[in-house]
């Protein structure tokens, strides 16, 4: 039912800072845990972040935590990655991807639950 658009990632010095937007098509964007991924060329496609349903709870990968900040905006069908500090090392495609989820407010880590995928955006950080 949600279609997912990912947009703001570009080149950018090493340190620098990007954000990164989602945007969300449907009505149901609330009931969906939602999360950052990152797809390295010759590596698989490991999550960045996730948040749940209303934004309360948030999780982040060892290499981001404390230069990366999810957020979700439910009211405006939104969701953001903040990235600050930025190594080559994170050079990679970023998607944007969500599950519907019915039972608990908690985000979700496993690539594997996630059932719903934007087209990535790339982001290149240069040394």
């Known amino acids: 039912q949600v279609q997912l658009v990912e947009s703001g990632g570009g080149l950018v010095q090493a340190g620098g800072s990007l954000r990164l937007s989602c945007v969300a098509s449907?009505?149901?964007?609330?009931?969906?845990?939602m999360g950052w991924f990152r797809q390295a060329p010759g590596k698989e496609r490991d999550i960045v972040a996730g948040?749940?349903?209303?934004?309360?709870?948030?999780y982040y990968g060892d290499s981001v935590k404390g230069r990366f900040t999810i957020s979700r905006d439910n009211a405006k069908n939104m969701m953001y990655l903040q990235m600050n500090t930025l190594k080559p090392e994170d050079t990679a495609i970023y998607y944007c991807?969500?599950?519907?989820?019915?039972?608990?407010?908690?985000?979700?880590?496993?690539?594997?639950?996630?059932?719903?995928w934007g087209q990535g955006t790339q982001v290149t950080v240069s040394s």
């Open positions: 449907g009505r149901t964007f609330s009931s969906y845990a």
């Open positions: 991807a969500g599950v519907r989820e019915y039972y608990s407010d908690r985000y979700i880590q496993s690539v594997n639950e996630y059932d719903t």
């Open positions: 948040i749940s349903r209303n934004g309360v709870t948030t």
